[in-house]
């Protein structure tokens, strides 16, 4: 019978033993495996968390201890372990439970965590309410070595390591390598470290020293800078220790003993502990330990062969990368900015064919960093653009109005799954590009329906305007309805029926949604017309002219509501007088995970939901 069906509670695995706990850790794999390889998700990553997370459901006692994970999604064998193994096939799915930590689906989810870097902050707040109420329980927060490249986490390990509090880090090392020059002799040194009676020598010793009268004090600091010495010769790993942190290990993250030991002495030191785990990305399936990159984040797989589960279609993001590398090819100047998002937004072609020039620039989980740094190579004569998804790019605000807008300097951002991003849910969700890059004077923004006008757009955004230009396309494929169509003069086009008093205004590829209510008005004796708007801020002056001329408009639009193109357009329809009735859709919520189609039937962004909201007006 297998262990996963036997357990009772959050805490069954407490009464297992060693040899269980590995089986277990097993089951959990294969579960993993067979779930993501039917809903998608991120397989790599949690393949490689399997044993910390036995180690930390064995040793803290949950919800009274409060776990943080850093990012979220290697969160699975957590959930597992909580209560929702039973609705596990659910993963990601509309209605079913989130990919990520989420603080509303269960009680052992403490914080939600979608964005990399945030969970040494979080930690640490959590621990400072604990101190201030005085209530019990530890805080561990779980951090990959991705996203220890992010800002924030600096931020969190220099508040932590100041504070004195007992937060323990797990530091999940699966790529970078934090701890590259650690030898054969350092690594003894931690297997020794790692065992319980070695602290309980270490406590012993000092203890008894301490108890010497008048001398124990001298002698003890004197041994402490001698093992200081003698650590920094040969145990490089200090980093942290130099921050204010009790240093373990590394320690290997699938051995569950070794973990639990190097655990149980973190709860009992009166620090903050970091515990360095070295793991195995993709650990336990032959494909993703092979190609840890390719099976970070997967829509499905077949489980014998590791083949993928991709569309042969072409997407807005591979159409980026092949127009960005056509026209590198032309202009030496050209470079291309990533933050650790190489493959997802389509800039492995050009890292491969300009990366040897030094043209491609990785910068890590640091789309600061990456804002600043482009608006710098173009100070500097380059014309850099970044790669970077609408949800990520919302870290970099202050940069894209300090650093590229108020310098005036020309950086194109190419913005990858801007609107509906569907099973990932809240926390990746593109709709806040819009009303954020509103604000920001002097800025073009284009918003690409098709392939034709996403390249167009792209040598427009390089040649033919000065300071930030941003170009937003969504996940996936072109709609079909507006394949090959591109907006006349780059700016926008009007579809125009006869005796149409009515229009549609829309823009990205919801305007396929928009273009098919229109169709379905006007053979239902509506005659209506369709603005599509390629160039959404500024909007173009003779498309604005030509909105005047409707009794009846509506604009439709895959952003939030509030700061969207469709309030800035009325208030400038008000402000030259129009008479005409004038009516917004957009997204009033944050949208759970669910696919696209369906979030938008469920706002009123499809085609039926578009006539519909018309027809209105005549009820």
């Known amino acids: 019978m297998a262990i996963l069906d036997t357990l009772t509670g959050h805490d069954g695995l407490k009464n297992l033993n060693f040899k269980e706990l590995n089986r277990l850790s097993e089951e959990i794999r294969a579960l993993i495996i067979s779930t993501v390889s039917k809903t998608g998700g991120h397989l790599a990553s949690n393949l490689g968390a399997v044993e910390i997370t036995i180690a930390l459901h064995r040793i803290f006692d949950l919800p009274d201890d409060q776990i943080v994970w850093d990012v979220g999604h290697q969160c699975y064998t957590h959930k597992i372990l909580t209560g929702r193994l039973d609705r596990f096939s659910t993963l990601r799915q509309e209605g079913g439970i989130s990919g990520f930590p989420k603080s509303e ?206 569309s042969s279609s072409k997407t807005f993001a591979s159409v980026f990368g092949e127009e960005l590398v056509a026209l590198a090819a032309e202009d030496k100047r050209i470079c291309a900015i990533t933050a650790a998002m190489e493959n997802g937004t389509g800039l492995d072609a050009f890292s491969k064919e300009f990366g040897r020039e030094g043209r491609f620039f990785d910068v890590g989980i640091a789309e600061q960093f990456a804002v600043t740094f482009g608006a710098a190579l173009s100070a500097g004569g380059e014309l850099p653009v970044f790669a970077v998804y609408s949800t990520f790019l919302q870290r970099a605000y202050d940069q894209l109005i300090q650093d590229a807008t108020i310098e005036k300097r020309h950086l194109v951002l190419a913005i990858d799954r801007a609107g509906i991003v569907g099973d990932d849910g809240e926390t990746h969700q593109g709709i806040f590009d819009i009303p954020f890059l509103a604000t920001i004077p002097g800025i073009i923004v284009y918003s690409p329906a098709s392939y034709i006008e996403l390249a167009a757009t792209l040598r427009s955004g390089f040649y033919s305007h000065d300071g930030l230009v941003a170009i937003r396309y969504p996940r996936g494929s072109e709609p079909e309805a507006l394949s090959g169509h591109c907006a006349d003069g780059l700016s926008y086009d009007i579809s125009q029926v006869k005796d149409a008093d009515i229009l549609l205004v829309s823009y990205g590829r919801i305007a396929a949604e928009a273009l098919g209510a229109a169709q379905r008005l006007t053979a239902a004796g509506t005659p209506t017309d369709l603005l599509r708007l390629n160039r959404v801020i500024p909007i173009d002056e003779k498309a604005i002219d030509s909105i005047l001329g409707y009794k009846r408009v509506f604009f439709i639009e895959e952003s939030y509501i509030n700061g969207s193109i469709g309030q800035s357009l009325a208030a400038t329809l008000l402000e030259r007088g129009y008479t005409g009735r004038y009516r917004h859709r957009a997204i009033t919520i944050i949208p759970p995970q669910g696919s696209p189609t369906s979030v938008f039937a469920k706002t009123g962004l499809d085609s039926e939901g578009i006539y519909t909201f018309v027809n209105e007006e005549d009820s």
């Not at 040494?120 to 779980?142: D, E, F, M």
């Not at 009676?197 to 020293?209: P, V």
């Open 105 to 310: 689906e269960s009680e052992f989810d403490s914080f939600i965590s979608g964005h990399a870097s945030t969970a040494l902050a979080v930690a640490y707040g959590i621990c400072k309410a604990k101190t201030r109420q005085g209530r019990p329980g530890h805080v561990v927060a779980v951090v990959g070595d991705g996203a220890m490249t992010g800002g924030m986490a600096f931020e969190g390990i220099n508040n932590i390591g100041r504070s004195g509090e007992n937060i323990i880090v797990i530091l999940n090392d699966n790529d970078m390598s934090i701890s590259k020059s650690v030898g054969a002799f350092s690594r003894y040194l931690s297997v020794i470290r790692s065992k319980p009676g070695y602290f309980r020598i270490k406590d012993w010793t000092e203890s008894t020293i301490r108890s010497i009268p008048f001398v124990g004090k001298q002698v003890r600091h004197f041994l402490a800078e001698s093992k200081s010495a003698l650590k920094h010769a040969l145990y490089p790993d200090t980093f942290f220790e130099e921050f204010g942190f009790v240093y373990l290990g590394p320690v290997d993250g699938h051995d569950i003993e070794a973990l639990c030991d190097l655990m149980t002495r973190a709860k009992a030191i009166e620090k903050p502990v970091i515990i360095h785990a070295q793991t195995v990305k993709g650990k336990g399936y032959y494909f993703a330990e092979k190609d840890p990159g390719s099976f970070h984040g997967v829509s499905g797989f077949e489980i014998k062969t590791g083949a993928l589960h991709t």
